[in-house]
């Protein structure tokens, strides 16, 4: 079956620092790849997304490659800040039924 | 524009006692529906989902049940919850932009089960 693995988690870094959360999938046909941002408390909100090999979705800084030789989609961010603490979780979407798959999530924190 | 909301945003049941969440998602039609539930400091699993009214699938075999009375309304609920009932329950709905699919979370339930 589809499958997502995320890096482990907690990513501890300081404001402005690089930052990359590693995503790699398995899934069969040609799937859609997500990043969801969940902060402390709330639901899940749509970061950004990309729907076929080579596409970069992009949103508030952060981008994404669809990498298919590689089965990745890794997370990118140039100068993160203490606003973007967070759990991270990429997932994807296959065949007819739009259920997505998520990773297990990588929890965020950037200190001042 | 579509929203979802969900209620009660938190909630403290006892053991044995029954359940009821409740989502609802404004603007549009016919949308597919989906319950998760996200223990502490884990990923989400997806419980239930729906195409339509009266039409549940279960992923995870348990003491919860799902039904969907109306279009647009998708009700979790338990006759007696268990400790392990405790975790954070997304309701979710799914559209098509462009050539994929997204799916779109409510803010949550907390339910605490003491």
């Known amino acids: 079956g589809d499958s997502v693995t995320q890096m482990e988690g907690p990513v501890t870094l300081s404001e402005e620092a690089f930052l990359t959360i590693n995503c790699t999938y398995t899934a069969t046909g040609y799937p859609s790849l997500f990043w969801y941002v969940q902060y402390p408390g709330e639901g899940l909100q749509l970061l950004l997304k990309?729907?076929?090999?080579?596409d970069k979705g992009s949103n508030k800084g952060f981008e994404a490659t669809y990498r298919k030789e590689t089965t990745s989609f890794h997370l990118e961010k140039g100068s993160v800040q203490v606003s973007d603490s967070a759990v991270y979780f990429c997932?994807?979407?296959?065949?007819?039924?739009?259920?997505?798959?998520f990773g297990t999530g990588t929890k965020l924190q950037v200190i001042p | 524009s579509q929203t979802i909301h969900q209620w009660p945003a938190t909630l403290v049941q006892p053991v044995g006692s029954p359940l009821s969440l409740e989502c609802t998602v404004e603007?549009?039609?016919?949308?597919?529906l989906y319950w998760y539930r996200q223990a502490a400091g884990r990923g989400l699993q997806l419980l239930f989902y729906?195409?339509?009214?009266?039409?549940i699938s279960s992923e995870v075999p348990q003491n919860l049940s799902a039904s969907r009375p109306q279009d647009r309304q998708f009700i979790l609920s338990s006759k007696k919850l268990l400790l392990s009932d405790s975790g954070f329950y997304l309701c979710?709905?799914?559209?098509?932009?462009?050539?994929?699919?997204?799916?779109?979370f409510g803010p949550g339930t907390r339910l605490t089960v003491t």
């Open positions: 729906s195409v339509g009214i009266g039409q």
């Open positions: 603007g549009t039609s016919n949308p597919n």
């Open positions: 979710a709905w799914s559209k098509l932009t462009g050539t994929s699919y997204e799916q779109y």
């Open positions: 997932a994807l979407i296959s065949g007819g039924y739009q259920k997505v798959t």
């Open positions: 990309a729907t076929k090999a080579d």
